[in-house]
């Protein structure tokens, strides 16, 4: 009985045993088909059938067989990524199921045959730098593997990196077979954490504009306080006249009384008026000199800060 009869017969026989197992018959028939198709050398098939087979089962052994029929066609690169992950999924499973380690052997001993044929690149970035990232041929290279060594086709390849806020860098890159090139990214720019650099400091032109309100706000009433202690006082003085016409130095009239208890009344406001804006006079002075010194603090920070970077500055790549 033939290969191809018995395998039909276990698949009739799996019908009736459930959908896992059906599965798995399935994946077994479609490895066995691309298998006789990579034999008869027709790879393009074959891939598509270990592709299904692979997705369906997960084994090691259809991923080799991929990974040769990319081999085949050319894909080297492609294919070492493959053999790479053969060689560490069948040396997982071989711990429970043991015949995978010939998988595992077959896989590294072909990853070390391609070798010559690929390049490989490494590319770094700083640690201290977030939100780098980086294509190569307009594939991105998963943060997770910046700074592992990619397979990749000998040849011309462009490299692209961006970061929020600098101008993308793109650099033409020539890699060799059997070589391995390290490109570490060094990227310019900010420092540890700080303020903004469009809004500067917390305390910048709205507090400075506040406080110089204030100061005028206060200082205003400093001056209406002592305007108001001074025509008190005018008219307290007016007052101390009325009672010296109308008193002998023992008694008083009526108007005479009356002008005193009302000099008595508008000198003490004339008093507290001159206090009160003495003291609002000085205390705006005060905050407009301190608004002046924001400025100049200001002024100062700003200097530091563009002496320090600036927000388009690029990107800049050096290997």
């Known amino acids: 009985m033939s290969r191809h009869r018995i395998i039909a017969l276990l698949f009739t ?3 009736l045993l459930g959908t896992p197992l059906r599965a798995e018959v399935d994946a077994q028939v ?17 891939l598509a059938g270990f592709e299904k087979a692979l997705a369906t089962s997960g084994s090691p052994n259809a991923r080799l067989y991929l990974a040769r029929c990319l081999r085949e066609l050319g894909r080297v690169a492609e294919a070492y990524e493959q053999l790479s992950t053969t060689r560490t999924e ?10 995978y380690a010939t998988t595992r052997d077959v896989a590294t001993e072909e990853l070390r045959q391609l070798e010559p044929r690929i390049a490989k690149l490494i590319v770094t970035v700083p640690a201290s730098v977030t939100g780098v990232s980086v294509t190569i041929d307009g594939s991105v290279i998963n943060e997770a593997r910046l700074g592992e060594a990619l397979p990749l086709e000998p040849g011309q390849h462009e490299l692209v990196a961006t970061a929020p806020d600098r101008e993308p860098v793109r650099s033409t890159l020539v890699l060799t077979a059997g070589r391995t090139k390290n490109v570490p990214l060094f990227i310019t720019g900010p420092g540890p954490a700080g303020p903004d650099p469009d809004k500067g400091p917390s305390s910048d032109s709205d507090g400075d504009a506040s406080l ?4 005028f706000v206060v200082g205003g009433i400093g001056i209406a306080g002592i305007a108001a202690g001074a ?6 003085l007016a007052k101390k006249g009325d009672v010296e016409d109308n008193c002998d130095g023992l008694a008083c009239n009526a108007q005479g009384a009356k002008a005193a208890e009302d ?6 406001i004339s008093t507290v008026g001159f206090v009160v804006g003495g003291v609002a006079l000085a205390t705006g002075l005060t905050l407009l ?21 600036h927000p388009a500055q690029p990107l800049t790549i050096t290997w």
Do not use: C, I
């Open 263 to 268: 000099g008595n009344l508008f000198g003490n």
């Open 90 to 99: 069948a040396a997982s499973r071989a711990q429970e199921e043991p015949h």
């Open 30 to 46: 479609v490895f066995t088909e691309a298998r006789d198709l990579y034999q008869d050398k027709q790879f393009d098939a074959a």
């Open 231 to 236: 025509v008190f006082g005018a008219v307290a």
């Open 289 to 309: 000199l301190l608004s002046g010194d924001d400025d100049d603090e200001a002024r100062a920070w700003s200097q530091r800060r563009h002496a320090h970077w």
């Open 212 to 215: 110089r309100t204030t100061s």
């Open 13 to 15: 026989a799996t019908m």
